[in-house]
């Protein structure tokens, strides 16, 4: 994203804060705005010469702003609409960020009704479990990445596999990754379990071990790695009994081999 578009970004994130925070059922309009903001993107989508007219900043903002109230005016509900009135009025590099955008904001939005409802840790958990498990089923997946399947025959499947086995916010955000993939579908709900750790404040560390981490373990690790990066840690463990022993950290692009394979395989090629 260029800087412009992360500029009206943060602007347009800080008027959604505000806006859940001044409101007293802010779990359940973060909830509603989320989704609407998902309905928006469809149809911005689905409609080119809209999506260029909202960005167009060769237009005036009040232009920009009225043909908003005229298509979405009597679709979404006020707090939806005066975002998007808020968003149109910035100055976005071009489309498809600030449609990458209303994207970003419509997950912050659910997770911000997690949050309320003091499940935000559990949305970032349930959403890290999810990827690992799609990551591990290649056809699963395949099914799920496949661009030229039906949209809301994938949301269906996925809808059937986690129908009472996650929260409501973790569905929700996990069927609108399905439907626009970046990527593969585990690497986008993974990218949107960092995001949530990222709003509770925490960078994500990626740790596998031969078995699962105790629960002392994973405090005294996320301890360890917070006196190292000098910030908050979520531990997202995952496990591969490959690795024998020990462990392997990942936190953004840097990697600690601690593991039993990894020291044999260090030593092998030291021996060569």
Do not use: C
Not at 5 to 29: E, I, V, W, Y
Not at 255 to 272: E, H
């Amino acid at each position: 994203m260029h800087a412009a578009s992360r500029d009206a970004l943060d602007q347009t994130r800080d008027d959604l804060k505000s806006a859940l925070a001044s409101n007293p059922a802010g779990g359940a309009t973060g909830a509603k705005v989320g989704q609407e903001l998902f309905q928006v993107v469809d149809v911005l989508e689905d409609n080119r010469s809209l999506r260029v007219a909202v960005a167009d900043t060769s237009a005036s903002v009040e232009a920009r702003q009225d043909l908003v109230r005229g298509v979405f005016g009597w679709k979404v509900d006020q707090a939806t609409l005066d975002l998007l009135l808020a968003a149109v009025a910035r100055d976005w590099s071009n489309p498809r960020e600030l449609r990458q955008g209303l994207i970003l904001l419509g997950r912050e939005a659910l997770m911000r009704s997690a949050e309320e409802q003091g499940q935000l840790q559990t949305v970032e958990d349930e959403l890290f479990r999810l990827g690992r498990i799609i990551a591990g089923d290649a056809e699963f997946e395949q099914t799920l990445a496949d661009r030229t399947a039906d949209t809301g025959a994938k949301r269906a499947l996925l809808a059937q596999v986690l129908y009472g086995k996650v929260t409501a916010v973790t569905e929700a955000l996990a069927s609108q990754a399905v439907a626009r993939p970046a990527g593969m579908p585990a690497d986008d709900i993974m990218e949107i379990s960092r995001q949530a750790a990222e709003l509770r404040g925490r960078t994500v560390a990626v740790v596998t071990s031969a078995e699962s981490l105790s629960e002392q373990q994973a405090g005294d690790l996320r301890e360890r790695l917070a006196s190292i990066y000098g910030r908050e840690i979520a531990i997202h463990n995952d496990v591969d009994p490959a690795l024998l022993g020990g462990a392997v950290v990942r936190v953004g692009d840097e990697i600690i081999d601690g593991s039993v394979a990894g020291r044999l395989d260090a030593m092998r090629r030291t021996l060569r």
